[in-house]
């Protein structure tokens, strides 16, 4: 946004958190976002307000705009489906039009009554539309794979999973001494933050930034942190290991709010487990290297996970979700 012109008032970076009891460390971050925002609106009474993702924040912000009559467009939901589905009535008080990426959101908010479009992902429209996915033809274990390491791109995902991802690649390569890794580093993240977890007796990781597809396209597997980029996994038909953690208190409320059978965005688009998912205490050197060894020792395993993908892949729709987006704002801000 800022590159096509945007002026950004506050960086989503300085407000992002990973978990509920790491929000108080940003509180007052927050809180001047929000009394700045919401007197803005006031102010310059803007045509149109739409919101992405950012639940606690934006469904406050929006009954600001609902209350001074200015329309509101909530583009890429917040995941109330998952958890604290209340959340949806406040959504359809506030909220005059919902423009969801995932393909089972549309029939939710509908159900109730919440005007709603499916606009597909925008994830595919930053890769080529003829991907081809690579099944190895070979059904020998791979001599030298290639693995992705996507420890996430907040500080807290990385501090509570890269140490783990090393340790496991360390494990790894004494099958695969020709191991080959890769760390793609998110916009967000400094490089000497990523290089703080590494040291002398770390493998030889490559740390690399730019374009995903062609950084994937060669990766057998990747280690990934459950998130976005498990999508741009799916897309380019890689197959991964999804893991998480949680400070102990946020995992354990996170247990009694969240009502969905998986936490990967792949498996739950696929609406099965299609890849395996490491959650808290399951995630340990051990348990990544095993799952890896798994997946690159056994073609049969490997293949059924890539066709897998394929048909997540297609779930996601077929790219354009922005231009679909910005015809529903000016379709909004014509009404008006």
């Known amino acids: 946004m800022a590159q096509a012109g945007m002026k950004i008032l506050f960086s989503s970076t300085q407000m992002a958190v990973v978990g509920l009891t790491e929000a108080f460390y940003k509180i007052y971050t927050i809180l001047k976002a929000s009394f700045t925002l919401k007197a803005l609106l006031k102010r310059k009474r803007p045509d149109l307000l739409i919101l992405i993702d950012y639940p606690e924040f934006n469904i406050n912000l929006a009954n600001t705009a609902k209350n001074l009559g200015i329309p509101v467009l909530y583009y890429i939901s917040p995941q109330i489906w ?21 393909p089972f959101e549309e029939a939710f908010f509908k159900k109730k009554n919440i005007e ?53 690649v360390k494990i790894l390569q004494k099958s695969y001494p020709h191991l080959t890794c890769i760390l793609p580093m998110a916009p967000t993240i400094k490089e000497e933050y ?35 980029a ?19 208190l946020s995992y354990w409320l996170c247990k009694l709010l969240i009502k969905v059978p998986y936490i990967g965005l792949v498996n739950l688009v696929a609406g099965r487990k299609v890849v395996p998912e490491l959650i808290q205490d399951e995630v340990t050197p051990e348990t990544l290297a095993d799952h890896a060894h798994q997946i690159l020792e056994h073609h049969d395993i490997r293949k059924k996970m890539i066709l897998d993908l394929e048909e997540v892949r297609r779930k996601l729709g077929r790219g354009g979700a922005s231009n679909r987006v910005a015809h529903i704002a000016l379709e909004i801000m014509g009404e008006k």
């Open 194 to 228: 990523i290089k703080s977890f590494l040291n002398d007796s770390t493998p030889e990781i490559t740390l690399v930034r730019g374009n995903m597809h062609e950084i994937l396209k060669n990766c057998n597997l990747a280690l990934v942190t459950s998130g976005t």
């Open 82 to 102: 998952a958890w604290r589905k209340g959340r949806v009535k406040k959504i359809g008080q506030r909220v005059d039009r919902m423009a969801v990426i995932l």
């Open 230 to 248: 498990t999508l741009d996994l799916a897309i380019m038909g890689v197959p991964m290991v999804i893991i998480y953690r949680l400070s102990r």
């Open 116 to 168: 709603t479009s499916y606009v597909g992902h925008p994830l595919l429209d930053a890769y080529p539309a003829d991907i081809e996915y690579r099944i190895d033809s070979s059904e020998d274990k791979l001599a030298s794979p290639v693995l992705g390491l996507l420890p996430g791109s907040r500080r807290e995902e990385i501090r509570n999973l890269l140490p783990d991802m090393v340790e496991a």
